[in-house]
């Protein structure tokens, strides 16, 4: 016998070897149909529950959501997002109203005004952002025109959501 032949021979007693203890470890152990059902079953009432769970800490946080403002420097996008999908799947559209956030949930109605001439817009967030600097806030090129001029480019907002996501506000 070679010395390669041995190695293999030794790797395929201490393959036999593992293979053994494993099922010797599996004794009495019996995996069938019959068995695997009850926790088929269960694991699925488990996962329904914690969909259920998941609904309602989502519905706690819009509402919890809903009772928050927030201060803070607002900018607005255009091109070359335009007619782009955004991060909920919707097309942007620069001439639609819409917002960008963070963290507010999609879908969620808010309240926008600019703190310096007092004009408000309501908008639902449609897409994630902005990712400069410390605004909270990207509005759609229309919904900022509507409270501000555009040259303007930063305003000094205050955000009150005022509407659960898919509520129809």
Excluded at 56 to 61: C, G, I
Excluded at 91 to 103: F, L, W
Excluded at 134 to 160: C, H, M, N, W, Y
Aim: net charge neutral; glycine share 10%.
């Amino acid at each position: 016998m070679t010395g390669r032949q041995s190695i293999i021979l030794a790797f395929a007693v201490l393959a036999a070897l593992a293979v053994g203890l494993y099922f010797g470890a599996m004794e009495g152990i019996e995996i069938g149909h019959a068995q695997l059902e009850p926790q088929i079953r269960e694991n699925a009432e488990d996962i329904a529950a914690l969909k259920c769970d998941i609904a309602v800490a989502n519905d706690r946080l819009a509402y919890a959501t809903e009772l928050m403002t927030f201060i803070g420097v607002a900018s607005y996008y255009s091109y070359p997002f335009h007619r782009r999908l955004t991060a909920s799947g919707t097309v942007y559209d620069k001439d639609g109203y819409s917002a960008a956030s963070k963290s507010l949930p999609f879908g969620m109605m808010i309240r926008v005004t600019n703190l310096e001439n007092g004009r408000s817009i309501v908008v639902p967030i449609t897409d994630r952002g902005p990712f400069v600097g410390e605004r909270i806030l990207d509005l759609s090129e229309a919904a900022f025109a509507k409270i501000a001029p555009l040259k303007k480019g930063l305003i000094r907002v205050q955000v009150t959501p005022i509407g659960k996501p898919g509520a129809g506000n």
